[in-house]
């Protein structure tokens, strides 16, 4: 256990009497996730870093302790780790010569270089996982049209294509249901994947932690409803699934994670088909599907990304009601969300509002809301009026 | 209503979008309850700054926007006050004639300076609640010894004996069991007041909130469990308290809310007697008898402080299991808390600790935990375990 954190002992933040030895977390990126961990770092009262590219990026008008910097600029990088125990991440985007670079200098990043590259490397994450003999959708890396053609003959039109590195939210995927929309996307001059177009139930996403001593925590599974490829719901747990199915996401997912040596938490993205279980994407960090969890979990999400990157035992991961939905919040036409609130708060007084502090513009994630209840169509319907009056001022929009 | 924020409307913080309104609150102290309520303005994406007298004070840790002074100079408070829409409170400490002239002077103060003072005045506070005809204990003010034996006269020995402004945690009240102790309290210069020493089975607290638009919402009530004047335990709801005498205590806490027109929080803290329920102490600010909300209620008691503050709708204060403990952790002889951690969060997955960030002192509050479940002798169990272990570094102190 080369990491462990009584390696490299920082220096106590100011304030802090004489012989507390309080770690330091560096989070790289400053955006919803970042902000939302800050409220489990003053919890923990751990020291907390982020790496800004703006002072008015979404965690840094939460936070005190931020440097401005570039992620892509491995002298930022190195100066902003240089005051950190732990390096992790908001978003999976550093480079990954960068990445490789800081660990040579003794940085400890979780999760480390090795397992980051999962995430950034879309075809490399689909050869691993099938030699871990995990399933997936079937792919083929694909250089121009012919390839695209080639594969579409085995596996039918639509093709999904994918940049192999890059994208987030729907941004770098395709569904092209001719050799004329794939052209288009060959015309881009990204190294492409080409995936076969899984005809789904479901979308379905384990979220675990796991720990440098390789403890692991599974949250229940749940339920994701994407539109035009953005997460616009999560449900949990999964509504009506399987105990058996639900077991095995999590297994699945916990696997993974000691398989490809993730410290921090891990998303797992899933495909529900009547033959079983596929994945479609793997996050390293804080995600979406695990929103629900600040009010909804014994231990957020966040707080668990911190107690896994910092190697303490891990949370319990256990829900606080029998359903939970989360409905992410878009941004509309109107940029005045607070002049909303009203309306919402005396709508529902029940509903947990979080604005991330980022300015609208339409279709961007600019917050979301939780209900917690018993109830799932009920809790559906309360989420999705909330986030529908915020974004457009009725709650009949989408 | 005067005070509707739309009369002064604030400029957008920095990077904003144009056409934004979003409403900034000022909290006056750097405490515990500011840096808690950090957390919540984040989620509501409000402007919120807090005006500490230090640095490294326990808010200052955990956010940006912190103005250093000092709450006893009107010049820092108008100061502080011009940049924010409504001005708010973490201690009950800034003297009377300052919060008058900052509302002469047109700065919206929640609660109001006329609210305030029955928390700066404990002789003020009896007198109003004995003329609305709320039971308190009987009293009387007291300039000397003399004074002090003629109360005792009537109401026996031991007399409890309370400074009229300044105490918290214990300070400022001395329970005298002979006329020799009473002598060393008349000794201290002080505005003193006696009031009859009750002999009562448990201390309540009724927690509720009340919006400038006269909206009410009332939390469970709690137990509180004292030693040696600070409180060590929170229970909520009180075990086995009736329904009927709850909701008399929820009824007596919005009544006394509406009276003295306090808006945001009022925690009003009571003796359970034989005889019915007997108001102790007010305080109207997110209270130690509250911090249990932030995990096991709906709405947290720092984001309905905001909303009330902001007078937009309150929210839910309904309960999230069944029962919810808090523990006090006060500071022990080591200051390395962190070192702890491990120990305490391996044993009990399912505890939330907070630490506020504060120089850990003997005796000094300086976190709380909280654990959420079914069985109350099991969760102080739990929570004191945790405090204990966190404070001593093993589960059977105190």
């Given at each position: 256990m080369s990491e462990q954190?009584?390696?490299?002992?920082?220096?106590?933040?100011?304030?802090?009497?004489?012989?507390a030895a309080i770690p330091s977390v560096g989070m790289v990126g400053a955006g919803q996730l970042a902000r939302?961990?800050?409220?489990?770092?003053?919890?923990?009262?751990?020291?907390?870093?982020?790496?800004?590219?703006?002072?008015?990026?979404?965690?840094?008008?939460?936070?005190?302790?931020?440097?401005?910097g570039d992620y892509r600029s491995l002298a930022d990088l190195r100066g902003f780790a240089a005051g950190c125990d732990v390096v992790t991440f908001d978003h999976e985007h550093v480079p990954g010569p960068h990445l490789a670079a800081l660990e040579e200098a003794g940085v400890v990043i979780r999760p480390g270089a090795d397992a980051l590259r999962y995430t950034q490397d879309k075809l490399a994450m689909r050869e691993r996982l099938t030699a871990l003999g995990v399933a997936c959708p079937r792919y083929a890396p694909v250089r121009d049209l012919g390839d695209i053609e080639r594969f579409a003959e085995q596996r039918g039109w639509p093709v999904v294509l994918k940049a192999v590195s890059g994208g987030y939210d729907g941004k770098g995927v395709w569904v092209c249901a001719s050799p004329a929309e794939a052209a288009e996307v060959?015309?881009?001059?990204?190294?492409?994947?080409?995936e076969e177009y899984v005809s789904f139930d479901r979308e379905l996403a384990a979220l675990v932690a796991r720990s440098p001593h390789r403890q692991g925590a599974a949250y229940p599974v749940v339920q994701t409803v994407q539109r035009d490829g953005i997460c616009r719901e999560v449900l949990a747990p999964a509504p009506g699934l399987a105990a058996d199915r639900a077991e095995a996401a999590q297994s699945l997912a916990l696997r993974i994670a000691a398989e490809l040596d993730v410290t921090g938490l891990l998303a797992v993205e899933l495909f529900d088909t009547p033959g079983g279980l596929l994945v479609n994407e793997l996050a390293m960090r804080p995600h979406n599907c695990g929103h629900w969890t600040i009010e909804g979990a014994v231990t957020s999400q966040f707080e668990q990304h911190l107690r896994a990157v910092l190697d303490l035992p891990l949370g319990a991961p256990g829900p606080l009601a029998p359903q939970v939905v989360m409905a992410n919040l878009l941004g509309g036409t109107d940029p005045d969300v607070y002049d909303r609130y009203i309306h919402v708060m005396a709508a529902d007084p029940g509903v947990k509002v979080h604005l991330y502090?980022?300015?609208?513009?339409?279709?961007?994630?600019?917050?979301?809301?939780?209900?917690?209840?018993?109830?799932?169509?009920?809790?559906?319907?309360?989420?999705?009026?909330?986030?529908?009056?915020?974004?457009?001022?009725?709650?009949?929009?989408?």
């Amino acid at each position: 256990m080369s990491e462990q954190l009584d390696e490299r002992p920082a220096p106590p933040p100011a304030g802090e009497p004489a012989g507390a030895a309080i770690p330091s977390v560096g989070m790289v990126g400053a955006g919803q996730l970042a902000r939302m961990t800050c409220p489990a770092a003053a919890g923990l009262a751990i020291g907390f870093r982020v790496l800004a590219a703006a002072a008015d990026d979404s965690a840094a008008k939460v936070w005190p302790d931020v440097r401005l910097g570039d992620y892509r600029s491995l002298a930022d990088l190195r100066g902003f780790a240089a005051g950190c125990d732990v390096v992790t991440f908001d978003h999976e985007h550093v480079p990954g010569p960068h990445l490789a670079a800081l660990e040579e200098a003794g940085v400890v990043i979780r999760p480390g270089a090795d397992a980051l590259r999962y995430t950034q490397d879309k075809l490399a994450m689909r050869e691993r996982l099938t030699a871990l003999g995990v399933a997936c959708p079937r792919y083929a890396p694909v250089r121009d049209l012919g390839d695209i053609e080639r594969f579409a003959e085995q596996r039918g039109w639509p093709v999904v294509l994918k940049a192999v590195s890059g994208g987030y939210d729907g941004k770098g995927v395709w569904v092209c249901a001719s050799p004329a929309e794939a052209a288009e996307v060959a015309g881009l001059d990204l190294r492409l994947l080409a995936e076969e177009y899984v005809s789904f139930d479901r979308e379905l996403a384990a979220l675990v932690a796991r720990s440098p001593h390789r403890q692991g925590a599974a949250y229940p599974v749940v339920q994701t409803v994407q539109r035009d490829g953005i997460c616009r719901e999560v449900l949990a747990p999964a509504p009506g699934l399987a105990a058996d199915r639900a077991e095995a996401a999590q297994s699945l997912a916990l696997r993974i994670a000691a398989e490809l040596d993730v410290t921090g938490l891990l998303a797992v993205e899933l495909f529900d088909t009547p033959g079983g279980l596929l994945v479609n994407e793997l996050a390293m960090r804080p995600h979406n599907c695990g929103h629900w969890t600040i009010e909804g979990a014994v231990t957020s999400q966040f707080e668990q990304h911190l107690r896994a990157v910092l190697d303490l035992p891990l949370g319990a991961p256990g829900p606080l009601a029998p359903q939970v939905v989360m409905a992410n919040l878009l941004g509309g036409t109107d940029p005045d969300v607070y002049d909303r609130y009203i309306h919402v708060m005396a709508a529902d007084p029940g509903v947990k509002v979080h604005l991330y502090g980022k300015a609208v513009r339409r279709g961007r994630k600019i917050g979301h809301v939780t209900v917690l209840g018993d109830d799932v169509a009920e809790l559906r319907d309360r989420a999705r009026r909330a986030a529908s009056f915020l974004r457009w001022g009725t709650e009949d929009g989408d």
